[in-house]
């Protein structure tokens, strides 16, 4: 019996065929649910952030630098979980099935898209939003508008003012 | 420094048909690992490109490493690449040997192959070439284009992207 064995194996191996994939010469089995490199639309990003606090890596991160806020993207670090593709207001974010990502140089896994924060209306300094984040605030809430433009130092300013004025503090001393 | 990127290049070319790898754990999760097995079964057949497990970091061309390089294995982690013959490649997998993964802020891991660099100078123990395979896991197709883009054979698909919004 055991002298047949191999002669049982060559059987068995030949029903099954040959199993190994060509995987260089041949494109690798991608299922459409799979999750590779996220894309970000630089387009669509307004640069809020939401994804940013999403991710569970700290693989997206903001980089505040006086006027420019720059959203950093480290596929070093993603674990392509694709929640910062879920919790992106305006659908900047997708998921791509690219996971070819070898290289020799660190520096290849970075990309970022570079904001412009928005100036204030009343005093010209840069505000904490990004321009884009205004304008997109502005179109889903209208009512907004008029103090959207605005830093939050100067909202604030503005606030206490009225509030005084309210309780005739202002005009009162202007009168004087 | 030009004759060392020779040297390094001949021994590239020497190994390209012929290339032994040791599997470098160093607290890492596991996927990493089941992938790197994966590559290793008749699915993958890595022994195509003639690679081929070895059981001693000192027979090794190639040290597969994977893990975010927690403080215990450190130590164990540099006597192993020190015991590499010239010239070290390594292939750093995974999120976590890239770049520490989610834990790259933890207290007890060293940040992958970033932190253990540092280490690693101020032990005195040079890496020719590193070749970082991100991916959580990588996939075993990611793994070999690794391999391939450490030996010179594929070019690197991924560049730095940086998009001003006006």
Request: hydrophobic share 40%.
């Amino acid at each position: 019996m055991s002298l047949l064995k191999p002669f049982k194996l060559i059987g068995i191996a030949h029903r099954s065929g040959v199993v190994t994939v060509r995987y260089p010469f041949q494109p690798p089995l991608v299922t459409p649910e799979f999750r590779g490199r996220i894309r970000i639309d630089a387009s669509k990003c307004i640069g809020c952030g939401a994804c940013v606090n999403a991710c569970p890596s700290n693989a997206l991160t903001l980089v505040d630098d006086g006027e420019r806020r720059a959203l950093n993207y480290f596929i070093g670090r993603c674990i392509y979980c694709g929640r910062c593709a879920d919790v992106c207001p305006v659908g900047a974010i997708t998921i791509s099935r690219e996971f070819e990502l070898a290289t020799d140089n660190i520096g290849d896994l970075n990309s970022r898209v570079i904001h412009y924060k928005a100036t204030c209306s009343c005093c010209g300094e840069e505000t904490t939003a990004t321009e884009r984040m205004i304008s997109y605030v502005v179109s889903r809430v209208p009512v907004t508008e008029t103090y959207v433009h605005m830093g939050s130092r100067c909202r604030k300013r503005r606030f206490i003012e009225g509030l005084m004025m309210g309780r005739g503090m202002i005009y009162g001393e202007s009168e004087r | 420094m030009e004759n060392r990127r020779d040297n390094l290049l001949e021994a590239l070319k020497a190994i390209r048909r012929s290339i032994w790898v040791f599997h470098l754990n160093t607290g890492s999760c596991n996927a990493c690992d089941i992938e790197i097995l994966d590559v290793l079964t008749p699915y993958f057949d890595v022994e195509r490109f003639g690679i081929k497990p070895v059981a001693s970091p000192r027979h090794a061309d190639l040290v597969l490493m994977t893990g975010p390089v927690t403080r215990k294995t450190l130590p164990k982690v540099v006597n192993a690449l020190r015991a590499v013959p010239r010239p070290r490649l390594v292939l750093a997998i995974g999120a976590c040997a890239v770049g520490g993964g989610i834990w790259h802020d933890s207290y007890s891991v060293s940040g992958g192959v970033e932190g253990l660099k540092k280490v690693l100078e101020e032990n005195g123990v040079e890496i020719d070439k590193l070749v970082y395979v991100p991916g959580c896991p990588a996939r075993p197709e990611a793994i070999i284009y690794g391999v391939a883009v450490l030996l010179g054979i594929a070019k690197p698909k991924v560049k730095e992207e940086v998009v001003e919004v006006k």
